[in-house]
């Protein structure tokens, strides 16, 4: 049996090398717009005297608020003493597993195109390839699944950490009568929105490629010749 290198581009053209592609870019789409996320809330505190003073929420991946300061050092808030103050929550377990699980796809994506287009011959050549793929592809799946659940209540936590009324809850002095606390400029989250659509999707994409998968083992080969057995007809020899 030959196991070398083959260069084929065939398999691109058909389901099962042309979805892996997909699910390729995808992954990059889900881990990329959530990894490298920053953003700014700007509070607006209205002090009871007039004045107005301006605080920055800075937060970012992982979204481990409690360690962000919000006010980093002792400082005087409309004629109140404040100290050092950290935001509320922490969303890093739910970022961290919908990132690793990204980049986990994103590698065996890689690998499994290097396969079909080099060693597509000692794929089929085999069950093992093929069950193992199918294998690894059913528990992608749930992982999506999985991963993105937890990142959408993740990123909901961060947003509710990061609200006018998260950052009341925060500052003591927000719940006084005579001042107010208002987050006047939000940073935008289009991008995180969208990695937990793109997490979905990769979902619903590595499930759709479980068929073409499974229709590469032998259970689907086995199931077809029974199917086709019985209505066989034989052929008469010739007398």
């Known amino acids: 049996m030959m196991t070398g290198f083959r260069l084929n581009l065939s398999p691109l053209k058909e389901p099962l090398g042309f979805v892996k592609l997909v699910e390729w870019l995808t992954a990059i789409f889900a881990f990329g717009s959530c990894g490298g996320y920053v953003g700014r ?14 605080l920055n929420a800075n937060f970012h991946y992982p979204f481990r608020l409690s360690q962000v300061p919000l006010i980093a050092e002792n400082t005087t808030i409309c004629n109140n003493s404040v100290s050092t103050t950290h935001m509320m929550g922490d969303s890093a377990s739910a970022a961290e597993f919908f ?106 994409v590595w499930a759709g490629n479980s068929w073409f998968v499974y229709k590469e083992t032998r259970w689907h080969s086995q199931k077809f010749s029974s199917q086709a057995g019985p209505g066989r007809q034989q052929i008469p020899a010739p007398i």
């Open 41 to 54: 809330n700007i509070i607006s505190i209205f002090c009871g005297d007039g004045r107005n003073e301006t």
């Open 99 to 204: 990132v690793g699980i990204g980049i986990i796809c994103f590698l065996y994506s890689m690998i499994a195109l290097l396969v079909y287009l080099g060693y597509m011959h000692v794929y089929k050549d085999s069950d093992f390839g093929p069950i193992f793929d199918l294998v690894i592809t059913a528990i992608l799946v749930f992982l999506w699944l999985v991963c993105s659940s937890a990142w959408a209540k993740g990123l909901q936590n961060v947003k509710d950490a990061t609200d006018t009324n998260g950052i009341s809850s925060t500052l003591a002095f927000c719940k006084g009568g005579n001042i107010t606390c208002e987050v006047t400029e939000f940073a935008s989250m289009r991008t995180l929105n969208i990695s937990v659509m793109f997490g979905y999707l990769n979902m619903f």
